[in-house]
């Protein structure tokens, strides 16, 4: 199985995409949280630095996503905020789930195991939140998806090391 990694990244006022992690807090207004995610499933990039677009909002999209197949649908997508992207889950059976972008012609897909991906995303989504409230970020429209996935989390069976990387 593939190593899954997930960033969060800011948009700096320089420009540049910025890990969530590195930003300070007081370096912000939060109207808008202008950035990206980057999910790679082995060496395929599913979403890139390159959709750029309001993440906060793409992350909350994204829970609600994680929440419908951990509850069993075969499928669940999602349009960007802003963007005509369509990011999407679906279940290919045997344990494995498809994470497939779409952004215009280009298509960028992978497939790997569905606990493993759907893990991926909770803690990266927890981390993007978390990292939210400490840069002091409005945290009414966030909590609840913060909420989501830490359920989605705790109902997952336990990690498999190899399938993970921070």
């Known amino acids: 199985m ?3 990694t997930v960033r969060s990244l800011l948009l700096a006022k320089s420009g540049e995409l910025t890990p969530i992690e590195a930003v300070l807090p007081g370096q912000r207004r939060w109207h808008s949280i ?3 995610i980057e999910l790679t499933v082995g060496e395929t990039p ?3 630095a390159a959709l ?3 993440v906060g909002d793409l992350w909350v999209y994204i829970a609600a ?3 419908k197949v951990a ?9 960007f905020p802003d963007q005509p992207v369509l990011f999407r889950l679906s279940r290919r059976g ?3 789930m498809e994470a497939r972008c779409e952004a215009g012609p280009r298509v960028q897909r992978a497939v790997t195991a569905e606990t493993e991906l759907l893990r991926a995303l909770c ?3 927890i981390a993007f939140f978390d990292h939210l409230d400490r840069l002091g970020a409005p945290s009414l429209n966030f909590q609840q998806a913060r909420v989501i996935l830490t359920e989605c989390l705790e109902g997952l069976p336990a990690r498999r090391a190899e399938y993970w990387e921070t």
């Open 2 to 4: 593939a190593v899954i």
């Open 94 to 96: 045997g344990g494995m």
């Open 71 to 79: 509850q069993g649908e075969a499928e669940a997508e999602t349009h």
């Open 46 to 48: 599913v979403l890139t």
């Open 123 to 125: 803690e990266a989504g």
């Open 65 to 67: 996503m994680v929440a």
């Open 34 to 36: 202008d950035g990206a």
């Open 52 to 54: 750029r677009d309001d």
